[in-house]
């Protein structure tokens, strides 16, 4: 477990590591890059570089030594669905957040096809405590909203981040969550402010729960995260346990 710096969680959690770029969101990808540097601070975990999928059994007994109730962002350097990551090891992953009620647990996927075939398959047990979400950078990817409906989970959310194109008249039925950011780094793409206000009107017309993250730029930071002089932090409940 690691402190997060990011605004809509507390800690991250790596029972996988390594991925490979499948969309347009993938160009300026953050785990690769620290992926680089950890590699280079010589830790085992992260030995075998960005590229090589690999799974950490001894992660899975982390979670029930979290002392105090923790919102986890799960595999914040992986994707836990990734096709070379084994249905088994995701089972395991899942059993402990199953027996860790305590802790609320948020896995984002952008291979939502596996997320909806194993989910399909009645694999995958869906307590209230894992919130299931989706990235979507752009309408080239829209699909996988409704791959994320066909699933079980009790609180489902999109990731619009890096928001790299207008993301109008989107289907939000049984969208728990939407939370919206600009990409940084050196050569950030542009995201516009009215593709922003747009998914937040649509998120007002229905019901969904709306977090703007940042603008992001080459200075994140200063660029902030203000919409319409104010910021948006709305979040799904946390499940009673």
């Known amino acids: 477990m690691s402190k997060s710096s990011i605004e809509w969680t507390e800690v991250t959690w790596n029972p996988t590591t390594g991925c490979k770029k499948i969309s347009q969101g993938c160009k300026f990808c953050y785990a690769e890059i620290m992926t680089r540097r950890l590699k280079a601070m010589g830790q085992e975990k992260y030995a075998d570089g960005f590229k090589k999928i690999r799974t950490h059994e001894s992660e899975l007994n982390r979670p029930y030594t979290w002392k105090k109730p923790q919102i986890v962002f799960v595999n914040s350097m992986s994707d836990l669905f990734h096709d070379e990551v084994p249905l088994e090891f995701i089972?395991?992953?899942?059993?402990?957040?199953?027996?860790?009620?305590?802790?609320?647990?948020?896995?984002?996927?952008?291979?939502?096809?596996?997320?909806?075939?194993?989910?399909?398959?009645?694999a995958l047990n869906w307590t209230p405590n894992i919130w299931m979400g989706v990235s979507v950078e752009n309408s080239s990817v829209l699909h996988r909203i409704g791959q994320l409906r066909n699933t079980d989970a009790h609180v489902k959310f999109l990731s619009l981040e890096p928001l790299i194109g207008p993301l109008s008249n989107m289907d939000l039925s049984n969208i728990d969550w939407v939370i919206v950011g600009g990409e940084s780094g050196f050569k950030p793409r542009e995201m516009k402010t009215k593709w922003v206000e747009d998914i937040r009107i649509q998120c007002e017309i229905s019901s969904v729960k709306f977090f703007f993250k940042q603008w992001g730029g080459k200075n994140k930071k200063a660029a902030g995260r203000m919409l319409n002089g104010r910021t948006y932090d709305e979040m799904p409940e946390l499940s009673a346990f």
């Open 91 to 122: 089972q395991k992953v899942f059993k402990s957040m199953n027996e860790n009620p305590m802790h609320t647990f948020q896995v984002l996927t952008k291979r939502s096809d596996n997320l909806e075939k194993y989910s399909q398959m009645g």
